[in-house]
């Protein structure tokens, strides 16, 4: 599957979503890596499987198998530290902020590519799990890395557009099943 094929189920109340969703390949701000890599990271974190296998064919050819384990390893870190990190800023005893993690995250001190690329995955899947300081740690060290606002922006519109693509088809196969349901 790919990406023009999930446009075509996207239903005509959400065409905003499927002008967004045409337009994310043609993107210039970021390389291909950081774009695919974006596309593949947010579309794991996304978690709707018909999402997920359209980017990971949109990237198999795009992208080098190290990149890819990449930005998989960027959506997998990501799940694990926006809860935690989420928790220690949402909780308003301040002792968990100062006690250590005790989780393990080898991944960030090797990950297999350049570390802004990594950096910039691990934001887009931030924006989608919703972890104001995990956005506010990578967005910092983007910017103190040399990626422009833009880039960073742009990380952030893939993953809206593609969390977006995700919750409507999901809606819509919810509401068909219930349609089919009822009959």
């Not at 198999?60 to 935690?84: D, F």
Request: aromatic share 4%; charged share 20%.
């Amino acid at each position: 599957m790919s990406l023009s094929a999930l446009a075509d189920r996207i239903p005509d109340y959400a065409k905003d979503i499927k002008l967004n969703l045409s337009s994310i390949l043609s993107e210039e701000t970021l390389n291909p890596q950081q774009l695919y890599g974006t596309l593949l990271a947010t579309a794991l974190a996304a978690r709707n499987p018909d999402v997920i296998a359209a980017a990971s064919a949109e990237c198999a050819s795009r992208m080098t198998p190290e990149a890819q384990a990449a930005a998989k390893a960027a959506h997998a870190i990501m799940a694990m530290n926006n809860i935690y990190y989420k928790f220690t800023g949402m909780v308003t005893n301040p002792e968990y902020k100062g006690m250590q993690s005790r989780l393990r995250m080898n991944i960030l001190a090797n990950p297999g590519v350049e570390k802004k690329d990594f950096e910039l995955w691990s934001l887009a899947v931030s924006a989608i799990n919703g972890c104001k300081f995990c956005l506010d740690s990578h967005e910092a060290r983007l910017l103190s890395d040399g990626m422009t606002k833009e880039q960073v922006q742009t990380a952030v519109r893939i993953a809206a557009t593609i969390h977006a693509v995700a919750t409507v088809l999901a809606g819509e196969e919810a509401l068909q099943a219930g349609i089919r349901h009822a009959a």
